[in-house]
Protein backbone atom coordinates (compact mmCIF):
# COMPACT_ATOMS: atom_id res chain seq x y z
CA UNK A 1 0.00 0.00 0.00
CA UNK A 2 0.97 3.72 -0.99
CA UNK A 3 0.77 6.73 1.14
CA UNK A 4 0.40 9.99 0.02
CA UNK A 5 0.27 13.24 1.78
CA UNK A 6 -0.44 16.66 0.35
CA UNK A 7 0.77 20.29 1.47
CA UNK A 8 1.74 23.65 0.48
CA UNK A 9 -1.84 25.05 -0.64
CA UNK A 10 -3.50 28.29 0.95
CA UNK A 11 -4.73 31.46 -0.75
CA UNK A 12 -3.06 33.59 -3.45
CA UNK A 13 -4.26 36.39 -5.49
CA UNK A 14 -4.54 36.15 -9.32
CA UNK A 15 -1.46 35.80 -10.76
CA UNK A 16 0.58 34.75 -7.75
CA UNK A 17 2.13 31.13 -7.30
CA UNK A 18 2.56 28.34 -5.10
CA UNK A 19 4.43 24.75 -4.87
CA UNK A 20 2.52 22.26 -3.71
CA UNK A 21 4.39 18.60 -2.52
CA UNK A 22 3.25 15.25 -2.12
CA UNK A 23 5.05 12.84 -0.05
CA UNK A 24 4.96 9.47 -0.94
CA UNK A 25 5.68 6.67 1.95
CA UNK A 26 4.79 3.02 2.26
CA UNK A 27 5.51 0.20 -0.66
CA UNK A 28 7.26 3.25 -2.60
CA UNK A 29 8.09 0.38 -5.31
CA UNK A 30 4.57 -0.06 -5.87
CA UNK A 31 3.72 2.33 -8.12
CA UNK A 32 4.72 3.68 -11.42
CA UNK A 33 3.50 7.64 -11.49
CA UNK A 34 2.07 9.86 -9.75
CA UNK A 35 -0.27 12.36 -10.42
CA UNK A 36 -1.43 15.47 -9.35
CA UNK A 37 -5.64 15.87 -9.82
CA UNK A 38 -7.50 19.35 -9.39
CA UNK A 39 -11.49 19.09 -7.92
CA UNK A 40 -13.08 22.71 -8.24
CA UNK A 41 -16.27 23.04 -5.95
CA UNK A 42 -19.03 21.52 -7.13
CA UNK A 43 -16.88 19.70 -10.21
CA UNK A 44 -15.44 16.06 -11.35
CA UNK A 45 -12.19 15.71 -10.04
CA UNK A 46 -9.71 16.62 -13.20
CA UNK A 47 -5.85 15.42 -13.75
CA UNK A 48 -3.18 17.89 -13.87
CA UNK A 49 -0.44 16.77 -14.31
CA UNK A 50 1.88 13.06 -13.86
CA UNK A 51 5.34 12.52 -13.75
CA UNK A 52 6.88 8.53 -13.64
CA UNK A 53 9.23 7.36 -10.95
CA UNK A 54 11.61 5.71 -12.91
CA UNK A 55 12.33 7.96 -15.76
CA UNK A 56 10.39 10.94 -15.01
CA UNK A 57 8.38 11.27 -18.27
CA UNK A 58 5.83 14.19 -18.01
CA UNK A 59 2.04 14.98 -18.85
CA UNK A 60 -0.03 18.11 -18.37
CA UNK A 61 -3.39 18.72 -19.23
CA UNK A 62 -4.31 21.69 -21.36
CA UNK A 63 -5.21 23.78 -18.20
CA UNK A 64 -2.15 23.29 -16.74
CA UNK A 65 0.80 23.95 -19.50
CA UNK A 66 2.63 26.84 -19.58
CA UNK A 67 1.82 27.62 -16.39
CA UNK A 68 2.66 24.38 -14.23
CA UNK A 69 5.79 22.44 -13.94
CA UNK A 70 5.67 18.34 -11.72
CA UNK A 71 9.00 17.32 -10.67
CA UNK A 72 10.38 14.47 -8.20
CA UNK A 73 13.17 13.99 -5.47
CA UNK A 74 13.33 10.57 -5.52
CA UNK A 75 15.78 10.41 -2.93
CA UNK A 76 12.68 11.98 -0.64
CA UNK A 77 9.83 10.21 -2.42
CA UNK A 78 8.19 13.77 -3.02
CA UNK A 79 6.96 14.95 -5.89
CA UNK A 80 5.88 18.75 -6.53
CA UNK A 81 3.98 20.97 -8.54
CA UNK A 82 5.29 24.48 -9.12
CA UNK A 83 1.94 26.65 -10.07
CA UNK A 84 2.37 30.01 -11.72
CA UNK A 85 0.41 32.80 -13.19
CA UNK A 86 -2.83 31.43 -11.25
CA UNK A 87 -6.18 32.18 -11.74
CA UNK A 88 -9.46 31.97 -9.80
CA UNK A 89 -10.57 28.74 -11.84
CA UNK A 90 -7.38 27.32 -9.99
CA UNK A 91 -9.22 27.61 -6.99
CA UNK A 92 -10.25 23.92 -5.40
CA UNK A 93 -8.63 20.83 -3.71
CA UNK A 94 -5.55 19.28 -5.07
CA UNK A 95 -4.88 15.96 -4.56
CA UNK A 96 -1.73 13.78 -5.62
CA UNK A 97 -2.10 9.76 -5.91
CA UNK A 98 -0.17 7.11 -7.48
CA UNK A 99 -0.88 4.74 -9.92
CA UNK A 100 0.34 1.28 -11.31
CA UNK A 101 0.01 1.59 -14.99
CA UNK A 102 3.23 1.69 -17.05
CA UNK A 103 2.05 4.53 -19.02
CA UNK A 104 1.27 8.39 -18.88
CA UNK A 105 -2.27 8.63 -17.73
CA UNK A 106 -4.35 11.82 -16.19
CA UNK A 107 -7.95 9.61 -16.16
CA UNK A 108 -8.60 9.36 -12.09
CA UNK A 109 -9.94 5.73 -12.37
CA UNK A 110 -6.63 4.49 -13.32
CA UNK A 111 -4.82 5.85 -9.69
CA UNK A 112 -5.32 3.50 -6.75
CA UNK A 113 -4.30 5.74 -4.13
CA UNK A 114 -5.17 9.33 -2.63
CA UNK A 115 -3.94 11.84 -0.30
CA UNK A 116 -6.23 13.75 1.33
CA UNK A 117 -6.08 16.88 -0.85
CA UNK A 118 -5.02 20.46 0.12
CA UNK A 119 -6.80 23.63 -0.24
CA UNK A 120 -5.69 26.32 -2.84
CA UNK A 121 -7.92 29.25 -3.32
CA UNK A 122 -7.09 31.55 -5.45
CA UNK A 123 -8.42 35.11 -4.93
CA UNK A 124 -8.50 38.89 -4.88
Known sequence: QVQLVESGGGLVRPGGSLRLS??????????????????APGKEREGV??????????????????RFTISRDNANNTVFLQMNSLVPEDT???YCASTTRRYRTLFRFQYDFW??????TVSS
Open 92 to 94: GIY
Open 22 to 39: CVVSGFTQDYYGIGWFHQ
Open 49 to 66: SYISRTDGLTAYADSAKG
Open 115 to 120: GQGTQV
